[in-house]
């Protein structure tokens, strides 16, 4: 199917990319005469340039030609721009095309609207320099760089239509996300997914250096993508009338290869395919000024921001401006009112077919609600509180291999993790599918498929990038992880939290699924696997987000933490944290229960305490599965010892309820909260992560300065479970011995009480140390209180 | 040089090998009985069975070939263990080779001293499963994945004499940073640097599942590493002797061509070589049981930790491991006194080539102090307070210069940054030296040189893990990088404070020299990059830390950062983290007052203040550049309008110093923080990051309740330095009105003036939309108030 584009298409081409040139040399510079209908003066420049003109040629180079592919082929294509910084040659493209000024109509399509196009970006109320929300057409910032080509192999998954084109800059691929990425086509499978379309765009340099890939010769880099399993096709030049034929030749090679791949695939799907890619080699700032100050600017990082800088203060800097915006020949690319000329606007796509309009890229336009099956379902039964253990996170694998299930024929829900989804115990999702693998198998392999629901790879960054590229293009996942190493991605987290915060104020953006964490395999329970392993504090991090955007589920059973997983795949624009163990457990609350107290968030659990209907001496608060298991422990202590104590006992689901409201929606009101916590009590608060974080929440309320918070304080080792609570004073015993200090006119039969739980803790340390598990009375141990 | 081992020599080899694999399973399974000297009962074996077999006999088994080049070749050779949980493996090697004992003298070579070498492996009071610093020998905890390769080579630099054998796991090589660490031999000189020789040890498995790179062809391997820039020598097989053969060999060829690349190097230094790297596919769990259960084990993922787990309960599970034990002749090994055999011992090499025994893996014991020039001579003249600009990293670049200048002969000190030195004002260092490169060069190109002192990529992995490497073994850094981005790299920082804090535990671990953060181009002053580019969160990751490891500087201006830069270069053991603008700012301290401040690491500028001895009405307190110059011109706001009030102004370098001194060791008296923020006054405190940690630092403060602290509230985009502070409520306008609200009586004036500033708010928002710039009279403001 290919063909040869004659002459005078690729002459269209080049005035077609010669207009995203001079539109996006007009947004760096500009802030008036924005057609050059006059000489340029100083007050036509913006006073503070902010830019980077740097990659945009190249991009704006690609955009020109994936428009001629689509427009030749009907290809559906997605654009992911990789470089940082690209923002004006993706903007000045959707203008082009026409999409920007239908989202943004107050930038029309004339003079007004390109002086308006111009002053706005990188200005105060404006738009941001690299590809963002407010761009059409875009899943992928170009801010912290890494995650394009993770991107945009989540957004090609169960996408079999659509093409994604990803350009990746020399800077991002020296990211270890972008390194790893390229294994992503293992992933794939010919038949039900896209095709990714990679093309490394080597223009040689980053802010100041040259870059690593741009410094290989060709014939080491054909070796690394062969290895990668790529087929790769070079285009390299800078003259642009040998670079138009050069790069029209190569993408028409490289969907011939995709056509023929997808069709043989039909025959053989789980045969991985090469997939084609492109390295395309042109220089930094290309067609930009080629000296500025006696310095070579055109193919160096000189180019990377603003390549002529005192445009308002320095008449021959402004005279270099002008004459490189006029070489783009503005009278022949726009007519008299603005317009970009009809044989030029002929050459983008139509409608949704152009990349700024694609649906694909809002994806919340796309989205089918999830189905989800009844949690009464799987509910654990719980007769008397704590009288029976259950695995939670296996519970909750039954519902999700239901989920997988209910969904089947839309083909728009995945389980994501790096190699955990059965250590996590939801090894139940794989009665229902298989694990994704294009690689090579073997016959003793379980549960490998070329289109497997469930993803898995030693890359957290993978697991995630994938994740975000699948639900911004309008799907739905879930994201199993141990709980220390998720923080691999904090920095993926952030930009994707920072994502969510602008495109919810964006009208014209859908609302996407929520982003889900499951962390297990949590730090009370790396007690195999030691201190490396241990680590609560991503809920911190995920706390300094805006409220809007993020909450945190501690459930601390079976039943509530199936009505938080459900809850929080029902939601959408949000990232939801999900933290609970995956080992046996007690169970406290009937499915019932559970539901209202998972709504609630926070609640009095009135069958652990004693206080009667009177007010009470302390309350034991809990968060978190292993801190409300020894809470309860500490609560039988206390009742067995000291009988005329009044106690209540609090246990907090919803993190988030205990900030005030005016920090959260879900944030209790002071009068609830002091109805909960009382206003005077001492309160001891045993919590699943570090403390502070319980303070940093409580600060503000008025028993505050009450507030005894324990958690993890950075003991950790390779011991037994009830040791690793021992060493962080997280225990039964210390809780006990804490409510006891705490209360104010301990009595004789408390002092005793003390010493008691003081020699426990002594045998207990004993104990360990000679046989190298817990005591038979932790490891047995039982709530002893049937239900009132 | 090589020659061909006879089958004597690998015969012995072998027999090491199997005495490696008899004590790796002891540790994992035996608390008694550990020469099998009578038959295996249940009470000889842990009651819990914690630890990985999986990948161990192959990490034994490169050890074993290991120690025979050592010893032929007299190499100086360290050993990374990339695998996770290969700890079993390193024991049992360090204790073959006598290092094991000589540092835990209760772990003796004899029959009690291997009961106990398997006692404490996994167990309560023991050691961890995975290499850490417990391990002799060992840099690189093989706990979270993804390090190793970039380890070895931050070992390898400045080390001519040393070549690091880093097994890369494939489950490890999924991972970014390993992907991305392939690269760093383009920036390893030949001549001034040591050697990595990458061992990639496909065993085929994850947790529960195929590796990718483990299912691909070797032709599609060969290309990857070729791509790579690497010369692979491949090892295939399972048959032990075939494999002994094929691995002496392949080890020659590899030590062959490195002592080769090395000579050849140095009549041509700038040459990048094809270093060679060993790929070794060997079967997961080799050696160990075929099938338990009817279940495939040895060659499959069930390999991977615990291959037979009923061994207490089931005989015919304690039959499976007793057979297996046996299988390796533990009576062909040891003596009758538990002793390895003298033919065997005799393979082991001598003192500190011992892998176990080599300093470079206790970097302290190498370390040689920095050389530091005079803070004094380059400080800032500062007549009036605020009176002038500078820009702090740029005179902290000039000091880094001459610390490079004054080691040059040691070769023992490095700056690492993501392509950001210059971006980040630290130019003046390429006046000493140049950056790292090793690939293809431009005569256009600026200080690129094999053996430069700065090492730039677009990486804060590979710059993180390379400084850790460079650190651990014995030498000096300095990592500067962008504000936002460090989160990339916090799980390395968790990784990194874990290792600092178990090694400073171990006498015969020798300090090391601190890890040093620059943080710059921060939330602040990204005005222009936007909200991806503005996050100022890794502190309070960092205070999560054990505060003997962490420290968090604030300078708020050139020379505070110069004392604080200075300090921290000198520290060892612990972790600083320097926040700090590059752009110019007021400078506010002489150097004798930034001496006397960063010592007390907070304090009260009496000559901010208006508080003339008296008790103030309000104190003004701040924590970083920004929010320093905006509280004092809060401050000379309220001075104008209010002369009679008495306002304090305090300022805060050391954040530690907030904490109480229970919780970090530079924590003030509670008597000398109520001095200074007093008990009962107002406090408005600007603060550089999010306004929680400042909560949480404080919350047992006696003046808690009155601390009112502003600081990022997640309220970004692209603007104006100025505006980015008024988005956020942290400018001028927004600290003076909150001072005059919290004060108890405000007067006439005071609300009068409170119109004022919310009219110059309007004033800003009109300026700033109009001109895309902040007012002249923001840029253009200083101090107004001359020295007292």
């Known amino acids: 199917m290919a063909n040869d584009p004659n002459t005078q298409d690729l002459a269209l081409v080049d005035r077609y990319w010669r207009a995203a040139n001079y539109l996006s040399v007009g947004q760096i510079?500009?802030?008036?005469?924005?057609?050059?209908?006059?000489?340029?003066?100083?007050?036509?420049?913006?006073?503070?340039?902010?830019?980077?003109?740097?990659?945009?040629?190249?991009?704006?180079?690609?955009?020109?030609?994936?428009?001629r592919i689509i427009r030749?082929?009907?290809?559906?294509?997605?654009?992911?721009?990789?470089?940082?910084?690209?923002?004006?040659?993706?903007?000045?493209?959707?203008?082009?095309?026409?999409?920007?000024?239908?989202?943004?109509?107050?930038?029309?399509?004339?003079?007004?609207?390109?002086?308006?196009?111009?002053?706005?970006?990188?200005?105060?109320?404006?738009?941001?320099?690299?590809?963002?929300?407010?761009?059409?057409?875009?899943?992928?910032?170009?801010?912290?760089?890494?995650?394009?080509?993770?991107?945009?192999?989540?957004?090609?998954?169960?996408?079999?239509?659509?093409?994604?084109?990803?350009?990746?800059?020399?800077?991002?691929?020296?990211?270890?996300?972008?390194?790893?990425?390229?294994?992503?086509?293992?992933?794939?499978?010919?038949?039900?997914?896209?095709?990714?379309?990679?093309?490394?765009?080597?223009?040689?340099?980053k802010i100041a250096n040259p870059t690593v890939l741009a410094r290989l010769p060709?014939?080491?880099?054909?070796?690394?993508?062969?290895?990668?399993?790529?087929?790769?096709?070079?285009?390299?030049?800078?003259?642009?009338?040998?670079?138009?034929?050069?790069?029209?030749?190569?993408?028409?090679?490289?969907?011939?290869?995709?056509?023929?791949?997808?069709?043989?695939?039909?025959?053989?799907?789980?045969?991985?395919?090469?997939?084609?890619?492109?390295?395309?080699?042109?220089?930094?700032?290309?067609?930009?000024?080629?000296?500025?100050?006696g310095k070579m600017v055109e193919g160096h990082w000189r180019s990377h921001q603003v390549p002529v800088s005192e445009c308002r203060s320095n008449a021959g800097h402004r005279d270099i401006l002008e004459a490189w915006m006029r070489s783009y020949e503005p009278d022949d690319l726009f007519d008299?009112?603005?317009?970009?000329?009809?044989?030029?606007?002929?050459?983008?796509?139509?409608?949704?077919?152009?990349?700024?309009?694609?649906?694909?890229?809002?994806?919340?336009?796309?989205?089918?609600?999830?189905?989800?099956?009844?949690?009464?379902?799987?509910?654990?039964?719980?007769?008397?509180?704590?009288?029976?253990?259950?695995?939670?996170?296996k519970v909750l694998g039954d519902y999700l291999r239901d989920v997988i299930r209910l969904n089947a024929a839309e083909n728009n829900f995945r389980v994501f993790g790096p190699d955990e989804t059965a250590s996590n115990r939801l090894g139940s999702?794989?009665?229902?599918?298989?694990?994704?693998?294009?690689?090579?198998?073997?016959?003793?392999?379980?549960?490998?498929?070329?289109?497997?629901?469930?993803?898995?790879?030693?890359?957290?960054?993978?697991?995630?990038?994938?994740?975000?590229?699948?639900?911004?293009?309008?799907?739905?996942?879930?994201?199993?992880?141990?709980?220390?190493?998720?923080?691999?991605?904090?920095?993926?987290?952030?930009?994707?939290?920072?994502?969510?915060?602008?495109?919810?104020?964006?009208?014209?953006?859908?609302?996407?699924?929520?982003?889900?964490?499951?962390?297990?395999?949590?730090?009370?329970?790396?007690?195999?696997?030691?201190?490396?392993?241990?680590?609560?504090?991503?809920?911190?991090?995920?706390?300094?987000?805006?409220?809007?955007?993020?909450?945190?589920?501690?459930?601390?059973?079976?039943?509530?933490?199936?009505?938080?997983?459900?809850?929080?795949?029902?939601?959408?624009?949000?990232?939801?944290?999900?933290?609970?163990g995956k080992q046996p457990a007690p169970q406290w609350l009937t499915m019932a229960e559970a539901v209202h107290h998972c709504e609630a968030g926070i609640g009095?659990?009135?069958?652990?305490g004693t206080e009667e209907g009177l007010s009470p001496d302390i309350v034991m608060a809990c968060a978190g599965d292993v801190p409300t298991m020894e809470t309860l422990a500490a609560v039988a202590l206390l009742r067995e010892a000291l009988p005329h104590l009044r106690v209540r006992v609090v246990n907090v689901v919803d993190l988030m309820a205990l900030q005030s409201p005016h920090h959260h929606p879900h944030g209790l009101p002071d009068a609830d909260f002091d109805r909960i916590f009382t206003r005077d009590r001492p309160v001891v608060f045993a919590y699943h992560g570090y403390p502070y974080l319980i303070h940093r929440l409580v600060y503000k309320r008025t028993n505050h300065p009450n507030f005894h918070v324990r958690g993890f304080i950075e003991k950790g080792t390779t011991t037994t479970p009830f040791d690793m609570a021992v060493m962080n004073e997280l225990d039964r015993y210390h809780l006990a011995i804490e409510a006891i200090e705490r209360l104010p006119v301990p009595g004789e039969r408390s002092v005793s009480m003390v010493d008691a739980l003081k020699g426990k803790l002594a045998e207990h340390h004993a104990y360990v140390r000679e046989f190298g598990e817990d005591m038979p009375e932790i490891r047995d141990w039982k709530w002893p209180h049937p239900r009132p």
Chains 1, 2 share one sequence.
């Open 29 to 67: 510079y500009l802030m008036d005469n924005p057609l050059l209908r006059e000489t340029l003066k100083a007050e036509h420049v913006k006073p503070r340039l902010l830019g980077h003109w740097g990659t945009t040629p190249g991009l704006n180079f690609i955009y020109a030609h994936l428009n």
């Open 336 to 393: 008299a009112s603005g317009r970009l000329k009809p044989e030029l606007r002929a050459l983008a796509p139509k409608g949704e077919r152009r990349m700024g309009a694609t649906r694909h890229a809002n994806g919340g336009a796309l989205r089918k609600e999830l189905r989800t099956p009844d949690i009464n379902d799987y509910a654990v039964a719980v007769d008397d509180p704590g009288s029976m253990d259950a695995q939670a996170t």
């Open 429 to 580: 999702v794989f009665e229902a599918t298989d694990r994704v693998w294009m690689a090579d198998t073997l016959s003793t392999d379980d549960h490998l498929a070329p289109q497997g629901r469930v993803m898995e790879v030693l890359s957290e960054h993978l697991c995630q990038g994938w994740l975000e590229g699948y639900l911004l293009t309008g799907r739905h996942g879930f994201f199993s992880c141990y709980e220390a190493f998720i923080h691999i991605v904090d920095s993926m987290f952030n930009q994707h939290a920072k994502w969510l915060k602008v495109a919810r104020e964006l009208p014209w953006r859908k609302p996407v699924s929520s982003l889900n964490y499951l962390l297990t395999s949590h730090v009370w329970r790396q007690d195999h696997n030691g201190f490396s392993h241990q680590d609560p504090g991503f809920v911190d991090l995920v706390a300094n987000k805006g409220a809007d955007i993020v909450r945190v589920y501690l459930p601390p059973d079976a039943n509530t933490l199936l009505w938080v997983g459900d809850h929080c795949l029902k939601t959408w624009n949000r990232i939801n944290v999900i933290v609970a």
């Open 604 to 608: 009095i659990w009135d069958w652990a």
């Open 218 to 293: 060709d014939e080491e880099l054909a070796h690394l993508f062969k290895g990668y399993g790529y087929d790769p096709i070079f285009v390299e030049g800078q003259e642009p009338q040998a670079m138009h034929r050069d790069m029209a030749a190569a993408l028409d090679i490289a969907f011939d290869r995709i056509a023929a791949i997808r069709a043989a695939a039909k025959a053989d799907p789980a045969r991985r395919p090469r997939w084609p890619m492109i390295v395309l080699r042109s220089p930094k700032g290309w067609t930009g000024p080629k000296e500025v100050d």
């Open 72 to 205: 030749e082929r009907d290809a559906e294509i997605l654009y992911i721009c990789g470089p940082g910084h690209g923002g004006p040659g993706m903007v000045a493209n959707t203008y082009l095309e026409g999409t920007y000024s239908e989202i943004y109509p107050e930038i029309g399509e004339d003079e007004a609207g390109l002086k308006e196009l111009f002053r706005q970006f990188s200005f105060p109320g404006g738009i941001p320099s690299h590809a963002a929300p407010e761009t059409p057409g875009s899943i992928h910032e170009g801010g912290e760089l890494g995650y394009a080509l993770v991107h945009a192999y989540g957004a090609a998954f169960d996408n079999p239509g659509l093409v994604v084109a990803c350009v990746v800059g020399d800077g991002e691929a020296e990211t270890g996300p972008l390194a790893a990425a390229w294994h992503s086509n293992k992933f794939l499978s010919p038949v039900c997914d896209g095709t990714v379309l990679p093309i490394l765009h080597l223009n040689g340099y």
